[in-house]
Structure formats: structure tokens, C-alpha cells
């Protein structure tokens, strides 16, 4: 029984590796084209946050009871917040360029640990993936790989689950804030804790196999070839330039996959890319090529919806600390990107366990604080400080070295990167 289990929670693990890593790779391309086409790309994507700076900078001086440093909108955001938003990005963007995993998974924890409540960093992060979103629809508007109908399908599941995550989050946090940062802690301790858990035991399995990784999964599985054999309408057709004929499955799969992405998204304020792809490979057996094109465009009505519709109107978006954190993922992701050349494959996957542990043991030390200031268990004030200290310290120390070892392979290997003509900033001029 205990083998079965370990051998479902590390393929639920492996499932969410590779939705990460799907993830990592549509964010590299954002940004990279971003970077080559300039400012152009760059000020489509800042629109949104530019916006939201100017209805913060036009109010800041208006009654609390309408905008200002004490109401809800804007949000007024100190210049610790904001230096340190621009870090998260950072560290987030080298995550996503060095591992090629999605490094979102750590902004949620990094926020709250600089003193955002776990709402406002929910909303943030939604905002600032949806400016991402935008970018990623300039730069995929000419491709074929787009399935409308798989998107339209998904988002009316996803502004449903969209709907309720939202309104969980903010009944659970006017019932109080206390809760609803452990709340989001506890749904972070879940899902680091298993991509965790699956990214350990991954990266023992590759030192024993001397660095070859190796693939086991196929994308058409015999549950998605059975869902697709579900006589049920209406349906949708799929992968035509693929398979001769394409494929077909009834739209309440793709609705409930919708469904479960967007209310995780809205809970824990992700893309819901690292679970988007895994669904749709494994579970539906679209194609990635037909998964990614599709993912892009359902990701900037469910990230516009949620953060705009479920965070924004009710004042839960720090747009300074959203537009930090992309300018630091704008750089990010490029230096982290060069390193790959540079290092190992096995060191890689060493940073991406010990990364993710780090966001696990933050939100788990983070817990008994938020669940005693509920009401739900007895802590002394000074314990539960000590052990949120203590979850802070560690994840800042693991980040901090990940972070800094990078910017230092980048920095002693600046000269051979220019001679390999890889450095994409020359490229772009």
C-alpha cells in the first residue's frame, strides 16, 4: 500500500515537473522575443501596470475612505516592498531560465515573507502573469498551434473555478486575514511540498544514472484515449495537422480541466501552466504542440479575469510591486538562460529540488504563526515568530546562493558567451 502511494505521489510529481517546465519554456519565448523586438513588445505588456500606477499616483493623495495610503485602492507600497518585488522577479526569472522549469511557485512565499498579506499576493501575481499573458499574445498571434474551441471550452470552466477560488479568498479573508494567509500557506505546502518531493527523488535518480534523463510517459495515455472514445456532444476536434482526421473529445473534460486550473490559479495566484499542460497531454492526449498554442491564449482571459475581476476591482493588486516583479523576470530569465551552457544538467536539478523545498519549508514554518492568530491552535507569540523567522531565513539562504551562484557563473563567463555569439541582448540589436 505505502509503495503504491509513493509511486502515485511521485507521478503526480512528474506530472507537475512537466507542466513547469512547459511553463519555463513559454516564458523564456516571451521574453526573449521581447528583448529582440524592444521596447515595442515591452510597453503592450506594461500597459496594464502603467495603468494601475497612474490611478495609484492620481489618488495617492485623495480621503482613506476613497484611495490612499489606508484604503484598499490603490495599495500603498513602501520602497522595501518594492526593491524586494524586483528581486523575487529576478530570482523567479533565473529559476525559469536555468532549470527551464517554471519558477512562480516561489513569489506567492517570497511576497508574504516581505510582509504582503497572502491575498494582496495572490491578486499581485495574477496581475503581473497577466501583463506576461499579454506579451505572449503578441508574439503568438501569427502561429497555427492555437485550437480556439480547446481554449473557448477551457475558459468557461476556468472563469468558474476562477469565480469560486476568487471568492473563497475573499470571504476567508474578511472572515479573517489571519486564516486566509494560511489558507494559501496550506495550498502551497501541498503542491511544493509533492513537485518537491518528485524533483528529490528525480535528481538522486539522475546522479545514479550518470545525468541521462529520460522520458517514460507517453502523450496519448489509455485514459485519455478512452475519454476520447466517450460518445458524448458536443465535441471538439483537435491536432488535424497531426493525425490524420484529428481527434475528437467531448467539451466536459476540457470544462473540468478548465475548472481546476483556474480555481488553483486564483487560490494560489499562478499562470496554472505547469497544471494546464499535464492535463491536456496525459489526460486529454492533445498534442504539446497543440497544448502550448492553446495554453497561451486561455491564459490572458483567465489571468485578465481573475486578477482584474476577482483581486483588482476589490483592491487586492500592488501594481508597483507587479511591475517590479516583471522587470526583474525581464532580466532574469536571460542570464538564466546563458548559465545552462555553463553548467550541468545534474546541478541544475540539485537548485530546482532545494528551490522548491525552500518555498515548501517558508509556508510550512509560516503555518503555526497564521493557524495561531486564527484561533486554531495555542502558540505563544514568541514561538510562532521564531519558527516563521526561522522558515523565512532558510528560504531567503537557499534562494540567496541559487541566485548568487548563477550571477557569478554569468559574470566569470561573460567573454566566452559573447565569443559562442549566444548572448541574446547582442542578438536583438
Keep these: 500500500m505505502l509503495r503504491r502511494l509513493g509511486r502515485a505521489f511521485l507521478m503526480v510529481?512528474?506530472?507537475?515537473?512537466?507542466?513547469?517546465?512547459?511553463?519555463?519554456r513559454w516564458e523564456l519565448e516571451i521574453i526573449n522575443t521581447s528583448i529582440k523586438r524592444r521596447w515595442k513588445v515591452l510597453l503592450v505588456a506594461l500597459l496594464p501596470v502603467l495603468l494601475g500606477l497612474g490611478i495609484e499616483v492620481a489618488c495617492a493623495a485623495l480621503p482613506a475612505t476613497i484611495g490612499g495610503s489606508k484604503a484598499y485602492m490603490p495599495t500603498f507600497v513602501i520602497p522595501k516592498m518594492f526593491y524586494g518585488s524586483i528581486l523575487v522577479g529576478l530570482i523567479a526569472?533565473?529559476?525559469?531560465?536555468?532549470?527551464?522549469?517554471?519558477?512562480?511557485?516561489?513569489?506567492?512565499?517570497?511576497?508574504?515573507?516581505?510582509?504582503?498579506?497572502?491575498?494582496?499576493?495572490?491578486?499581485?501575481?495574477?496581475f503581473h502573469l497577466f501583463a506576461k499573458a499579454i506579451m505572449g499574445t503578441v508574439i503568438h498571434r501569427?502561429?497555427?498551434?492555437?485550437?480556439?474551441?480547446?481554449?473557448?471550452?477551457?475558459?468557461?470552466?476556468?472563469?468558474?473555478?476562477?469565480?469560486?477560488?476568487?471568492?473563497?479568498?475573499?470571504?476567508?479573508?474578511?472572515t479573517s486575514p489571519a486564516l486566509s494567509d494560511a489558507l494559501i500557506s496550506i495550498v502551497y505546502v501541498l503542491i511544493l511540498g509533492?513537485?518537491?518531493?518528485?524533483?528529490?527523488?528525480?535528481?538522486?535518480?539522475?546522479?545514479?544514472?550518470?545525468?541521462?534523463?529520460?522520458?517514460?510517459?507517453?502523450?496519448t495515455s489509455r485514459f485519455a484515449k478512452w475519454l476520447q472514445s466517450i460518445p458524448l456532444v458536443p465535441r471538439v476536434k483537435f491536432d488535424e495537422d497531426i493525425v490524420v482526421g484529428g481527434r475528437s473529445i467531448c467539451?466536459?473534460?476540457?470544462?473540468?480541466?478548465?475548472?481546476?486550473?483556474?480555481?488553483?490559479?486564483?487560490?494560489?495566484?499562478?499562470?496554472?501552466?505547469f497544471l494546464t499542460f499535464p492535463m491536456f497531454v496525459y489526460g486529454l492526449g492533445v498534442s504539446t504542440f497543440t497544448t502550448v498554442g492553446t495554453d497561451i491564449l486561455q491564459i490572458i482571459f483567465t489571468t485578465a479575469y481573475s486578477s482584474?475581476?476577482?483581486?483588482?476591482?476589490?483592491?487586492?493588486?500592488?501594481?508597483t510591486v507587479a511591475m517590479g516583479m516583471l522587470l526583474g523576470s525581464l532580466l532574469g530569465v536571460q542570464i538564466g538562460a546563458l548559465v545552462t551552457t555553463l553548467v550541468k544538467g545534474t546541478l541544475i536539478r540539485a537548485f530546482y529540488?532545494?528551490?522548491?523545498?525552500?518555498?515548501?519549508?517558508?509556508?510550512?514554518?509560516?503555518?503555526?504563526?497564521?493557524?495561531?492568530?486564527?484561533?486554531?491552535?495555542?502558540l505563544t507569540e514568541a514561538t510562532g515568530k521564531s519558527i516563521d523567522l526561522a522558515g523565512t531565513i532558510i528560504f531567503w539562504m537557499l534562494v540567496g546562493i541559487f541566485a548568487v551562484w548563477i550571477l557569478l557563473v554569468f559574470l566569470r563567463n561573460i567573454g566566452r558567451?559573447?565569443?559562442?555569439?549566444?548572448?541574446?541582448?547582442?542578438?536583438?540589436?
Excluded at 101 to 112: E, N, R, S
Design 13 to 24: 510529481g512528474s506530472f507537475l515537473y512537466a507542466g513547469a517546465q512547459a511553463q519555463a
Design 93 to 126: 526569472g533565473l529559476i525559469t531560465g536555468v532549470i527551464g522549469a517554471g519558477g512562480g511557485y516561489i513569489l506567492t512565499p517570497a511576497l508574504m515573507s516581505f510582509g504582503v498579506r497572502g491575498i494582496m499576493a495572490v491578486g499581485t501575481d495574477q
Design 142 to 174: 501569427k502561429l497555427g498551434n492555437v485550437n480556439v474551441w480547446l481554449a473557448v471550452w477551457f475558459v468557461v470552466g476556468s472563469f468558474c473555478g476562477v469565480s469560486l477560488g476568487g471568492m473563497i479568498n475573499r470571504v476567508v479573508y474578511q
Design 194 to 219: 509533492t513537485l518537491g518531493a518528485y524533483a528529490l527523488v528525480d535528481w538522486l535518480r539522475l546522479r545514479k544514472e550518470g545525468g541521462m534523463a529520460k522520458t517514460s510517459m507517453e502523450a
Design 251 to 273: 467539451v466536459y473534460p476540457v470544462i473540468i480541466i478548465g475548472f481546476i486550473v483556474g480555481f488553483v490559479s486564483a487560490i494560489m495566484g499562478v499562470g496554472g501552466g
Design 308 to 319: 482584474i475581476f476577482q483581486y483588482a476591482i476589490y483592491g487586492f493588486v500592488f501594481y
Design 353 to 378: 529540488a532545494l528551490t522548491i523545498l525552500a518555498g515548501f519549508v517558508n509556508r510550512v514554518c509560516a503555518l503555526p504563526k497564521k493557524l495561531a492568530n486564527a484561533g486554531y491552535i495555542t
Design 417 to 429: 558567451l559573447r565569443t559562442r555569439g549566444v548572448t541574446i541582448f547582442v542578438e536583438g540589436r
